[in-house]
C-alpha cells in the first residue's frame, strides 16, 4: 500500500476515535477571550420511604386451564390483600397471563409434552415502607412465589433533584470564582452552560424466590436514595 494513503488512512482513524473526547476542548480553545471553564456535581442522599414492589406467580399445571386458574386465583387473592391493607388501585399493575406448554427432550427422541407453565406479574407502589414486609409475607401466603424486583424510592425525588441541580449549579460557580481569584482575576459572567440531565441512584435491587426468603425486606428499612447532578460551564473573565 502506498505510503501517503497509508498515513492518510491512519491520520483519519484516530481523529474519528478523538473527535468526540475532544470537542469540548477544541471549542474552548477557539474562543478569543479569557475565560475558566469548570465542572459542578453534586450528590443528594435521602432516607428511602417508599419501593416499587414487582412480584410473580408462576404454575406449572397438567393441563393449560388449571396452571390459568391457579395463576388468576392467587393474583386475585393478592389484590384483594394489597386494596385491604390500603394500598390505592392505581398503585397497582397486572400484567397479561403467559401461558406457555412444557417438554421433555430425550436425544434423537420426539419431545414430550409435560404439561404447561403460567405467568403473571403484579407491580406495586408501596407508599410506605414499613409495610413492605408484610406485604410480602401476604404475597406468599396467597401463592405469590417469585420477587423479580424491589426498587427503593424517595417521596421526596422532585425535590432532590431540584436541590442536586442548584447544587451542581453552585459548585460551578465557587470553582469558578476561586481560580479566577488565584490568578488575579475576576469573573464577569456565563458564557455557555452544558448540562447533563439528573441521575438517580436507586439501592440495590433485589432479584429471588420468595420460597428462598420471604423476609428480605426488613434488610431495606434503612436504605438510602441517591441523586446526583452534573453541569460544564464557561465563565468570562474581565
Known amino acids: 500500500m502506498n505510503k501517503i494513503l ?4 491512519i491520520s483519519s482513524t484516530l481523529f474519528a476515535l478523538t473527535a468526540t473526547s475532544f470537542v469540548a476542548t477544541v471549542h474552548a480553545a477557539d474562543l478569543s477571550f479569557a475565560h475558566i ?14 419501593a416499587i414492589i414487582s412480584v410473580a406467580v408462576s404454575i406449572e399445571a397438567a393441563n393449560a386451564k388449571s396452571a390459568k386458574d391457579e395463576a388468576d ?5 393478592f389484590m384483594q390483600r394489597l386494596i385491604k391493607a390500603g394500598i390505592d388501585k392505581k398503585h397497582i399493575q397486572t400484567a397479561n397471563l403467559q401461558i406457555n406448554p412444557q417438554y421433555r427432550y430425550v436425544q434423537n427422541e420426539p419431545r414430550i409434552l409435560t404439561g404447561y407453565s403460567a405467568n403473571r406479574q403484579i407491580t406495586v ?16 401466603v396467597d401463592g405469590i412465589n417469585q420477587v423479580n424486583n424491589i426498587e427503593l424510592k424517595s417521596s421526596k425525588e422532585a425535590e432532590m433533584i431540584n436541590q442536586a441541580r442548584q447544587a451542581a449549579i453552585k459548585d460551578a460557580k465557587q470553582k469558578a470564582n476561586s481560580l479566577a481569584k488565584g490568578f488575579d482575576e475576576e469573573v464577569a459572567g456565563v458564557w455557555e452552560v452544558r448540562y447533563f440531565p439528573t441521575q438517580s441512584n436507586p439501592p440495590e435491587m433485589y432479584r429471588a424466590s420468595m420460597k428462598m426468603n420471604a423476609d428480605v ?15 460544564e460551564v464557561i465563565f468570562r473573565l474581565k
Not at 217 to 231: E, F, I, K, M, N
Request: proline share 0%.
Open 6 to 9: 497509508l498515513s492518510s488512512l
Open 37 to 50: 471553564e469548570t465542572i459542578g456535581t453534586s450528590t443528594i442522599e435521602a432516607n428511602a420511604d417508599m
Open 73 to 77: 386465583e392467587a393474583v386475585s387473592q
Open 125 to 140: 407502589t408501596v407508599m410506605k415502607l414499613n409495610m413492605l414486609n408484610e406485604l410480602l409475607d401476604s404475597a406468599l
Open 217 to 231: 425486606a426488613q434488610t431495606y428499612q434503612q436504605g438510602q436514595v441517591t441523586v446526583s447532578d452534573r453541569v
